[in-house]
Each structure stands twice: as structure tokens, then as C-alpha cells.
């Protein structure tokens, strides 16, 4: 089993930026790929970024590209995302996942973290 913790989530003024943190523990050696989900209130959970753990090679929802960062500290086992020039539509519970190698679903989920971007 794979644990992950969120942090790093609160209110912010539009315009400002947050970094999320995602601390994996457990079997993380079985972990290929991380990724950032978001859910707004009403909405479906909705893909953000990803990045493979061994090379570091990174995806973004092309929307968020250019604002948002996703990066990692292999060593700490944590995957970040940081978050530029937050608008109030980017208010949402964001969640860190995690992709075992050969699987297609993600299989680890964090409890999520809340962002608030105020206008």
C-alpha cells in the first residue's frame, strides 16, 4: 500500500500563488507516475498534471499550462505543484494520486487539500 499526504492548500487573493505538497510513504518504489486531480464544487474531478517518477517527464491539462508546475523531490518521495496567478475558478479540493507501474487507473489517492482563490 502507498499513503498520501496533501498539504499546502488554503485562501488566497486571485492573482497570488500556492505550492501543494504530496508526501508519499509505503511501497512508493511500485509508484510510476503522480498526478494532480482538482474537484470543484458541483464538478467532476478533473485531471491537472502529471510526472513520471523515474525521469521526471511532466504533463499538463493544457488549460493550466504556463500557470501551474508540478516537479519532485525523488529523495523526500513528494510531489509538489505550484500554483501561479490563481484565479477564482481554480477554487477546488485538489488531490494527489498515484499510478503504479502497468496499471491504467490511478490506485493511490491523498485525502485532498483545499484551495480557495477569492476575487
Known amino acids: 500500500q502507498v499513503q498520501l499526504v496533501e498539504s499546502g492548500g488554503g485562501l488566497v487573493q486571485a492573482g497570488g500563488s500556492l505550492r501543494l505538497s504530496c508526501a508519499a510513504s509505503?511501497?512508493?518504489?511500485?509508484?510510476?507516475?503522480m498526478g494532480w486531480f482538482r474537484q470543484a464544487p458541483g464538478k467532476e474531478r478533473d485531471f491537472v498534471a502529471r510526472?513520471?517518477?523515474?525521469?521526471?517527464?511532466?504533463y499538463y491539462k493544457d488549460s493550466l499550462k504556463g500557470r501551474f508546475t508540478i516537479s519532485r523531490d525523488s529523495a523526500k518521495n513528494t510531489v509538489f505543484l505550484q500554483m501561479n496567478s490563481l484565479k477564482p475558478e481554480d477554487t477546488a479540493i485538489y488531490y494527489c494520486?498515484?499510478?503504479?507501474?502497468?496499471?491504467?487507473?490511478?490506485?493511490?489517492w491523498g485525502q485532498g487539500t483545499q484551495v480557495t482563490v477569492s476575487s
Open positions: 494520486a498515484g499510478l503504479e507501474v502497468g496499471k491504467t487507473f490511478y490506485d493511490y
Open positions: 509505503g511501497r512508493t518504489f511500485s509508484i510510476y507516475t
Open positions: 510526472i513520471t517518477w523515474g525521469t521526471g517527464q511532466t
